[in-house]
């Protein structure tokens, strides 16, 4: 399984830069995880839009879903010109209703699925997860603290990726995350931020201490103020995570389980 950077700024981008964006590739399947402002010109640079299996979005907030626009205009063409049979599998939050009856209401391009239709599994922990089994891909949602109601998630296919969405801290994260190979994060702050941003985001600081609470193998920042330096805030998060830390680079693709 693999992961390409599509996105990685919020809430708007830097000059010539997405927000957030991320094709996942594995089991045969192509999954777009976020499809923020700018990551859909990106996916048309890696993939042919018409071989997405599906679409997976975290919350309703522009800077993760505002390219699902633009997206249908794509796939319903294919649909027209018969280059693609079947509308495009879309699971995002029933919430806000208002933009979910919106998305769900384009139907020759997307088949949309509110991600609190899903089944709900037991955890070994408090919270039950929403569960989507996608061919070889087992996907499990754990909800978010953020303005919106959202989704943190895991994907296992081959290896474990786990992705925060927007959220602040919960320990419901914490597990989630656990013995994930690779571990996505967002850090929407530096130290400073903490109090203005502890209801809604993580800082840097506190994604490293996520992943070390979680036994991550890895862990890689995403998810940026513009106006702050990646390498700034992987270097917060490495003191709290106590090793390496990747940003992610839009445009570079990671293996979820690194070669040896
Ligand atoms: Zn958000
Ligand atoms: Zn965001």
Excluded at 79 to 84: L, V
Excluded at 102 to 126: D, N, V
Excluded at 134 to 153: D, E, I, T
Excluded at 200 to 210: K, M, P
């Amino acid at each position: 399984m693999e992961i390409t950077v599509l996105g990685c700024w919020a809430p708007y981008p830097r000059a010539g830069g997405a927000c957030s964006g991320y094709l996942v590739r594995g089991s045969g399947l192509n999954i777009l995880l976020e499809a923020g402002n700018g990551s859909l010109s990106r996916l048309m640079g890696e993939l042919d839009f018409r071989r997405l299996d599906a679409v997976i979005v975290s919350h309703l907030h522009p800077d993760h879903y505002l390219d699902l626009y633009p997206l249908r205009h794509a796939i319903e063409g294919a649909r027209r010109d018969g280059s693609r049979t079947k509308p495009l599998k879309l699971f995002i939050p029933s919430m806000p209703a208002q933009k979910f009856q919106i998305l769900e209401g384009f139907k020759k391009a997307f088949e949309t699925i509110p991600i609190e239709r899903l089944p709900l599994e037991k955890a070994p922990f408090g919270t039950p997860l929403r569960r989507l089994d996608l061919g070889g891909l087992a996907v499990r949602f754990a909800p978010a603290r953020h303005s919106l109601p959202g989704y943190a998630l895991s994907i296992k296919g081959a290896g474990k990726l786990v992705f925060s969405g927007d959220t602040a801290w919960t320990e419901e994260l914490v597990e989630l995350a656990s013995g994930a190979d690779l571990f996505l994060s967002e850090a929407s702050g530096q130290d400073q931020d903490a109090e203005y941003l502890k209801d809604t985001h993580l800082t840097a600081r506190q994604a490293g201490e996520a992943a070390r609470q979680a036994g991550a193998g890895r862990l890689m920042l995403t998810h940026f103020w513009p106006e702050y330096e990646p390498g700034l805030l992987s270097e917060e998060a490495g003191e709290s995570f106590g090793g390496p830390v990747l940003a992610a680079r839009e445009g570079e693709t990671y293996r979820v389980v690194p070669e040896l």
